[in-house]
């Protein structure tokens, strides 16, 4: 889509009228009370910092005027007088700031937390779409951009601009219109000047954060996955890849920085014409004696004071239109369509027995390409249903569709009787186990790793569930025991030991419902054998419901239902599908004829004996 002027302006509202109500926050009164002392506080400073000129040139004009004894007190006074007002314009100004802190960063923080727990409430199709780096860089940019607006646009670029105001009127008012006219018109053409530089400039700025996310996007993806790096030699593949991205940054910084140079030397020259041009018009009327030289001195300061907000301002003003961007991205994230989300009188999933039904079910991820056609099993409470099947043939579409990452297009899946759909997501998940075929940890604890099926369990109750598991002894074979770190995703760890730890984590959040997804499909077969032991004991007198590549791990499933292309081509027991003939006794024998060469393979290597390649 193409970002025109009016597109990024309407995008810069929105993000204007989405932090709005954080600065305003309903039902905080405390925060309400800050605030307006905040803006209190923001006008005493800003009438101390007027203020500060003119008493000096009426301090100046006092000294000048006289020196005798009973005219010493005068200036004095006004030299007392101007140094509180310069203490009182920083004092008020820290005392803003020590008053809004609070709000500003309760304000961050709330946005935050909203987007974090949005984007956990979103459908599993947006993150397996998004990708992390990016994402992770949205969200970072705009909480700074959130912390740069209030900080620069509220006590800053707002205040410059009441300032300009009161300063124009002060110099009207003691000066003449003409004063205040040069004053003005020379702050116009400076903005002016300014701003359509630095929107022209702001497409350098752009170009930088859109390198910059796609090299933080390659880096993470490429660290994420340093093993397969390493499998193929191709740490200089990604360091080119990571340094395309680069080279992309450095030519916008570098434009960035020279357009930069180009824009302070014009902010010089407008700011030095525009001084020069009343500091003549000034001595001249210092000279016809129209003017004093207190006079002539605060409206040196007046400029003085004027331009110093205003040196920033391109800086600002670019900071600013990038943190309206940057806020627009993140508050973006918020307008994401969750498209999985409770019904408003969703009620909590009572699950009694824990049967499961899919009744005719048909599901796409594509409109193009059906996963699932017309789809219907029971699975009675306390029994063991197995779904098998040649890769993609829609097996493990049934296990997010169970646990709602995804909505049925046709059909309906009830959980003793309810509508999962009509249930809240929170009772339908905690009402169900699942031990993954690719089971990823968070890079914690061992115990941290467990007691996440339960937060609120006991030491106690998390290592009974490890013993349960079969992982107590392994763990406590580790040096810092329980307090053993998994690494990244687990690596520390081997296959069957995650997967022990999974277990344990379903054991202790003591499901009504169990689902194994290829549970054991990428171990070698003697862990297989023993991970299945654990299943078997988990799964004793609970529902589960087993997605399955190896047909070994299943022969004793209550019932065994074959998908093929999104479809029940064959269901019963394992005796009764050898007995038909079909599909799965063809794939059983596949298996089988493989287990066979493989156990083999061992046992001649186990002897000593040497095995040539096949020919070709």
């Given at each position: 889509m193409i970002e025109t002027p009016e597109r990024r302006s309407g995008a810069e509202m929105r993000a204007i009228r989405a932090l709005a109500p954080y600065m305003w926050p309903k039902g905080q009164l405390e925060m309400r009370v800050r605030v307006a002392i905040a803006v209190v506080l923001l006008v005493a400073a800003k009438v101390a910092t007027v203020a500060v000129p003119a008493v000096f040139g009426k301090a100046v004009d006092a000294l000048e005027a006289d020196a005798t004894g009973a005219a010493i007190a005068v200036p004095v006074s006004l030299l007392v007088g101007y140094g509180l007002l310069r203490v009182g314009q920083q004092a008020f100004a820290e005392l803003r700031d020590f008053v809004f802190a609070k709000v500003g960063q309760r304000a961050i923080r709330s946005i935050a937390l909203r987007v974090f727990k949005h984007l956990h409430a979103l459908a599993l199709r947006f993150h397996m779409d998004r990708q992390t780096g990016g994402l992770s860089r949205a969200i970072e940019r705009g909480i700074k951009g959130i912390d740069f607006l209030m900080r620069f646009m509220l006590f800053s670029i707002l205040p410059t601009l009441v300032e300009i105001g009161l300063v124009c009127g002060i110099l009207w008012s003691l000066f003449g219109f003409i004063f205040s006219a040069i004053t003005f018109v020379t702050v116009v053409i400076y903005i002016i000047f300014t701003l359509s530089f630095t929107e022209w400039r702001l497409k350098y700025r752009r170009a930088m954060n859109d390198s910059d996310s796609e090299a933080n996007t390659k880096a993470i993806d490429s660290l994420l996955n340093f093993e397969t790096v390493k499998y193929f030699g191709n740490e200089e593949h990604e360091a080119q890849r990571y340094d395309v991205s680069m080279e992309r940054y450095e030519k916008a910084a570098v434009k960035s920085l020279t357009t930069l140079s180009i824009l302070n030397v014009g902010q010089g020259l407008i700011m030095a014409l525009g001084m020069t041009i009343l500091l003549v018009l000034s001595g001249f009327q210092v000279a016809d004696g129209v003017m004093t030289i207190g006079a002539f001195t605060a409206v040196n300061l007046y400029m003085m004071q004027l331009f110093q907000p205003l040196n920033f301002l391109g800086f600002v003003y670019r900071e600013i239109k990038q943190s309206l961007v940057d806020m627009e991205q993140m508050f973006g994230l918020l307008e994401e369509n969750r498209e999985v989300e409770d019904e408003p009188d969703a009620k909590p999933l009572i699950a009694r027995d824990g049967v499961v039904r899919f009744e005719h079910v048909s599901f796409r991820y594509d409109p193009r390409r059906s996963v699932l056609k017309d789809v219907s099993f029971e699975v009675p409470a306390g029994n063991t249903v197995a779904i098998v099947g040649a890769s993609g043939a829609g097996k493990s579409t049934i296990s997010r569709l169970l646990f709602r990452f995804y909505d049925v297009e046709a059909g309906a899946i009830t959980i003793d009787g309810q509508d999962i759909r009509a249930v809240t997501q929170a009772s339908l998940r905690a009402a169900i186990g699942i031990v993954p075929q690719d089971t990823v940890l968070f890079n914690d604890s061992v115990f941290y790793n467990i007691q996440y099926g339960r937060p609120a369990a006991s030491p106690a109750e998390v290592e009974e569930a490890a013993r349960l598991a079969q992982v107590h002894d392994f763990v406590m074979s580790l040096p810092d025991g329980y307090n053993t770190r998994v690494g990244e995703r687990g690596l520390k760890l081997s296959g069957g030991e995650k997967q022990r730890v999974a277990i344990?984590?379903?054991?202790?959040?003591?499901?009504?419902?169990?689902?194994?997804?290829?549970?054991t499909s990428a171990l070698d077969t003697h862990t297989e054998r023993e991970i299945q032991a654990a299943l078997e004991l988990v799964s004793a007198?609970?529902?589960?419901?087993?997605?399955?590549?190896?047909?070994?791990?299943?022969?004793?499933?209550?019932?065994?239902?074959?998908?093929?292309d999104g479809t029940i081509i064959e269901r019963g027991r394992h005796d009764d599908l050898l007995a038909q003939d079909g599909a799965y006794a063809e794939l059983w024998r596949r298996q089988q004829a493989a287990a066979l060469r493989e156990?083999?393979?061992?046992?001649?290597?186990?002897?000593?004996?040497?095995?040539?390649?096949?020919?070709?």
């Open positions: 344990a984590r379903t054991i202790l959040k003591s499901p009504k419902i169990l689902l194994f997804d290829e549970a007198d609970r529902t589960a419901l087993v997605i399955a590549h190896r047909l070994s791990t299943v022969v004793n499933a209550d019932e065994i239902i074959v998908l093929d156990e083999e393979t061992a046992a001649d290597l186990a002897d000593g004996v040497f095995i040539p390649a096949p020919a070709k």
